[in-house]
């Protein structure tokens, strides 16, 4: 009786559909679309969510990202505008890392970078590479784990020693068959030793997004303390005075530069404070100090981070509510 009872409904029902085919078309679109809709809020919601944790992750928590403003605009300087004295700037320096420690107690942690573009050259084999002078607080800011010996000690640090930690994407590269620990890798006219391997992780520098934030491919950078880049490498800081006068004499004669030179001693400078409270005012402290280091010239580039990223949430959390929205109206209608 049951059977017979399920067979009778669904005859009924197949008559219904088969006498009002248009209606029960829309309505079933409508069922699917309202259902695919759903599907797709919750995907997106939760995969926005998660590239949101991984990108904080990179990044690192309660960071303020400094970074210099190298180029500049071409201009064309009239006899009025030579008369006029051009303000001088020392750029983003050490002696702003120790203003700033003295300034600021909110910090917990500051990580001032060089880069350079240089070469590995090991066993005939030669690949392009960044060499990154950093200290021990930039694998704890940036979250990257040490998967093969150590961090420099403090003796490598002080006297400026020819050691280096390198990225997985150099140790497959050069060391594919052989553990690089206690190994020599030359990166432009100097060899260093590996005392370190970072453990791979998953970035990106495709996107301008990450660039701002400071994340970029790390596979094949190798770090050495800061102090062995400035005494062994270029230090920008040193090289200032001669630079500035060829630009005021070129500026003397009505000539303008082609290609702006980087006087910046650092390339890049992260502060870490304690509370995420104190990021904000931390940062605007840091811009009025900046400023006056350096003369009235914005030179540099103050980003948070972590506000960026909550944005960017909050943009992805409006989209999310239209798509529901959306899956809303869908279901209503197939109803």
């Not at 590239?51 to 006899?79: R, S, T």
């Not at 006087?263 to 100090?289: G, N, W």
């Not at 972590?306 to 989209?319: A, W």
Request: with cysteine; proline share 3%.
């Amino acid at each position: 009786m049951t059977s017979d009872k399920y067979l009778l409904n669904f005859q009924v029902a197949f008559e219904a559909i088969m006498a009002n085919k248009l209606r029960s078309l829309l309505t079933a679109l409508g069922i699917i679309f309202g259902v695919a809709a759903v599907i797709a809020m919750l995907a997106i919601g939760n995969g926005a969510r998660q590239e949101i944790l991984d990108q904080m992750k990179l990044v690192g928590v309660n960071n303020i990202l400094i970074q210099p403003i190298v180029e500049q605009k071409e201009e064309i300087i009239d006899a009025t505008e030579k008369e006029e004295k051009k303000k001088f700037s020392p750029g983003l320096n050490m002696q702003d890392v120790t203003a700033m420690l003295e300034v600021l107690p909110c910090i917990e942690k500051i990580s001032p970078e060089i880069i350079i573009e240089t070469s590995i050259v090991k066993d005939g084999i030669r690949k392009s590479a960044k060499l990154v002078g950093v200290n021990n607080d930039y694998f704890g800011m940036g979250n990257f784990e040490i998967q093969k010996g150590a961090i420099f000690s403090q003796p490598q640090i002080i006297n400026g020693e020819q050691v280096c930690i390198i990225g997985k994407g150099v140790q497959t590269r050069f060391f594919s068959t052989e553990d690089p620990i206690g190994k020599f890798i030359k990166c432009g006219p100097l060899w260093f030793k590996v005392v370190g391997v970072l453990k791979e992780r998953v970035e990106s520098n495709s996107s301008d997004e990450s660039q701002k934030l400071g994340i970029r491919n790390s596979s094949m950078d190798v770090y050495i303390p800061l102090h062995t880049m400035l005494i062994r490498y270029k230090n920008r800081a040193l090289i200032n005075k001669s630079k500035i006068k060829e630009n005021t004499e070129d500026e003397a004669e009505g000539q303008t530069s082609q290609k702006s030179e980087n006087y910046h001693q650092l390339d890049r400078l992260v502060v870490q404070v304690k509370e995420t409270e104190d990021m904000q005012p931390a940062s605007e402290v840091i811009a009025r100090m900046l400023e006056r280091r350096h003369y009235g010239v914005v030179d540099y580039e103050i980003t948070i981070p972590e506000l960026l990223l909550k944005q960017q949430q909050r943009t992805k959390d409006i989209f999310k509510y239209v798509l529901g929205a959306i899956a809303g109206i869908s279901l209503l209608v197939g109803g």
